[in-house]
């Protein structure tokens, strides 16, 4: 049985300003983001990621559109009447106020019993595996512990969703990656709906059980990070989720030709005519001998990053490609720049996109 919405979004539009000087930040989005799942909203700057979190979360009325929760029109109610919290990118701890009394605040503010308070702060903290620093103040935490403080502060109310704007971005690179886990670990524990907004690629294939890629205030593609990877809608969303060779061809009843002469098969619906095809890095093989291959091309850079390799190439015709490969598969013999090789890719690789 599918599981019920906790989100939905229904034409929502959001404009600031009027005439000339209009600006449209959301442009008619609609979404349905399931109860218990992590869902994460992707794009760049100014895509409308945020704004449309800013919806969900009642901090702005959309100018046409409706926002519902539950299966329940909420677009018009108040933020603080609506079971959602946000954790944002700035922690905004207070800094007078111990880790448990910035947990509690919110509770505070809502006139909850203090029992009722000293349980669910003590339950927020043991979430976050803070309980032993209940008593420091922000000064006294790193960024990833200041990070589980406004973190457990949003679940202490236990929200029926968890809206969370780009909460990683100022942590450095291990805190990050260590916060990631620590966010998938509560979500499947808690069962609780994430909406996470980040323009990391990275950061949304690992998390997510589905994606939302957002580009101009339009929602593009949504599908499970696989999916998206894969099976990308067009090139800016193939462009924006990880590295992609991009190849014009000429596309005809399951065939896709490229440089003239070398033709490859495609999905048998792939759309007709001048299109450009995509194939990821980790799919273009190398091959020693170029007479054995489908294609030829001229190396012009190798570079290594440690557990991977990356291969620059110019095909007949001048485009270029990247291959990408574990750089100990290929026992250290990576090819050389201005070696000839033969390439080939991957079977069920090539996608044909929308421009």
Do not use: W
Not at 26 to 50: H, M, N, Q, W, Y
Not at 223 to 247: L, M, Q
Not at 317 to 335: C, K, L
Request: glycine share 10%.
């Amino acid at each position: 049985m599918p599981k019920e919405n906790a989100i939905e979004t229904r034409s929502s539009r959001k404009v600031y300003g009027a005439g000339s000087e209009a600006v449209v930040a959301l442009d008619d989005v609609s979404i349905a983001i399931r109860k218990g799942e992590f869902f994460t909203l992707l794009g760049p700057s100014g895509c409308g990621k945020t704004t449309l979190l800013r919806l969900i979360a009642g901090f702005e009325t959309p100018t046409s559109g409706h926002i519902l929760l539950n299966g329940q029109d909420i677009t018009d109610v108040p933020p603080n009447r609506r079971p959602v919290n946000t954790v944002f990118q700035s922690y905004a701890l207070f800094p007078h106020l111990s880790v448990r009394e910035n947990v509690g605040f919110g509770l505070q503010m809502k006139g909850r019993p203090a029992s009722e308070i000293g349980t669910k702060v003590e339950r927020a903290l043991s979430m976050v595996q803070l309980g032993a620093m209940a008593d420091r103040k922000p000064a006294q935490l790193s960024g990833g512990q200041q990070q589980r403080v406004a973190l457990a502060r949003a679940l202490a109310p236990s929200p029926e969703v968890l809206l969370l704007d780009e909460p990683l971005s100022a942590l450095d690179l291990k805190l990050r990656k260590e916060m990631q886990s620590e966010l998938k670990r509560l979500q499947h524990e808690l069962g609780i709906t994430f909406i996470f907004v980040t323009h990391d690629q990275e950061e949304a294939l690992t998390m997510s059980d589905r994606i939302g890629v957002m580009s101009s205030g339009r929602l593009l593609q949504i599908g499970s990070p696989r999916e998206i990877y894969n099976h990308p809608v067009n090139r800016f969303v193939a462009d924006f989720i990880g590295e992609t060779n991009f190849i014009p061809a000429d596309v005809h009843d399951g065939t896709a030709t490229i440089a003239g002469d070398i033709a490859m098969q495609v999905a048998p619906d792939s759309p007709q005519g001048r299109h450009t095809i995509a194939v990821r890095p980790e799919h273009v093989r190398i091959l020693n001998d170029p007479a054995a291959a489908p294609m030829r091309a001229t190396v012009t850079d190798t570079t290594y990053f440690g557990t991977d390799s990356h291969v620059r190439m110019l095909l007949q015709g001048g485009t270029e490609i990247v291959a990408r490969y574990q750089s100990e598969a290929a026992g250290g013999d990576a090819p050389t720049t201005g070696t000839d090789v033969g390439v080939s890719f991957a079977p069920g690789s090539v996608q044909v996109l929308q421009d």
